[in-house]
C-alpha cells in the first residue's frame, strides 16, 4: 500500500512539466490572434485620417500675462495684425462687461456661463474684536464651466 501513494506523487508532479510544455504552444497560438486584432486598427486609423485635424492649442507659458497669450493665439489663429487681435480680444471683455451690468447671463457654449449673482446685506462679526458689523449688498460674477471644458480637464 505504501507504493501506491507514491507512485500517485510521482503523476502529480510531472503533470506541472507538461502544463507548462503546453503553455509555450499557446502563446504561439495566441500570436495569429493578435495579428487579426490589428487589422481593424488600421481602419480605424483610416477612418481618423479622413477626419479633419483637430487644432492644438498651447498653454499659457509661465511668466507671460494670460491676456498678451490670448492675444498671440488670435493672430496666430486668424492671420490677423496685433492691433487687429487685440482690438477683438478687448471687444469680447466689453461685450461680456456689458452684458453683465445689464445683469443679463453670457453663455459660451462648450466653454461655460458667466452670471450675476447678489448677495443681499448681512450681519457679521469682526474676528478681531468680536463687534458686529453691517455688510451691504452687493453682486458679483460666477462662472459656471460648460460640459465640453469639464470633459477636457
Known amino acids: ?19 507548462a510544455k503546453a503553455a509555450p504552444a499557446k502563446k504561439a497560438k495566441a500570436a495569429p490572434a493578435r ?7 488600421r481602419k480605424t486609423a483610416a477612418k481618423t485620417a479622413a477626419r479633419p485635424a483637430t ?6 507659458p509661465a511668466g507671460s500675462s494670460d ?3 490670448l492675444i498671440t493665439q488670435i493672430q496666430k489663429g486668424t492671420g490677423c495684425s496685433t492691433k487687429a ?6 471687444d469680447v471683455i466689453a461685450t461680456v462687461t ?28 469682526n474676528p478681531a ?8 449688498a452687493s453682486k458679483s460674477v460666477r462662472f459656471r464651466p460648460g460640459q465640453t471644458l469639464k470633459r477636457s480637464i
Not at 495579428?35 to 486598427?41: D, L, S
Not at 451690468?101 to 457679521?124: D, E, I, P, Y
Open 1 to 19: 500500500m505504501a507504493k501506491a501513494p507514491a507512485s500517485k506523487a510521482k503523476k502529480t508532479k510531472a503533470a506541472p512539466a507538461k502544463k
Open 35 to 41: 495579428k487579426a486584432k490589428a487589422a481593424p486598427a
Open 55 to 60: 487644432k492644438r492649442y498651447t498653454a499659457t
Open 67 to 69: 491676456r498678451q497669450h
Open 85 to 90: 487681435a487685440t482690438d477683438t480680444l478687448n
Open 98 to 125: 456689458a452684458s453683465l451690468k445689464k445683469n443679463q447671463k453670457v453663455q459660451l457654449t462648450g466653454f461655460g456661463t458667466f452670471a450675476v449673482s447678489k448677495r443681499s446685506a448681512r450681519k457679521a462679526r
Open 129 to 136: 474684536t468680536g463687534e458686529s458689523i453691517r455688510v451691504k
